[in-house]
């Protein structure tokens, strides 16, 4: 388990203790990637937050946001921290 995933899931628990639900997937390769798994969450709570340690270009962050587009079915604001 990564340390990013460590810290999400802190971050779940804290929310949870606030009443928000927060759903953990934890992606460890881009090569297979679970496209059903974060398709399926994005379906069900129609928010996308990505956590990512590498790189802004070319990793799970950018490429998760074509799933979001093809889910949703448009484009909504996003912020990225690098």
Do not use: C, F
């Amino acid at each position: 388990m990564s340390y990013t995933t460590i810290e999400a899931i802190y971050a779940a628990d804290y929310l949870k203790t606030q009443n928000i639900s927060a759903e953990v997937l934890e992606l460890r390769s881009l090569r297979p990637i679970d496209w059903d798994a974060i398709a399926s969450s994005l379906k069900k709570t129609r928010r996308l937050l990505v956590l990512d340690t590498g790189h802004l270009t070319g990793g799970i962050a950018e490429k998760s946001s074509r799933v979001w587009r093809q889910i949703i079915g448009r484009i909504l604001p996003a912020r990225r921290a690098g």
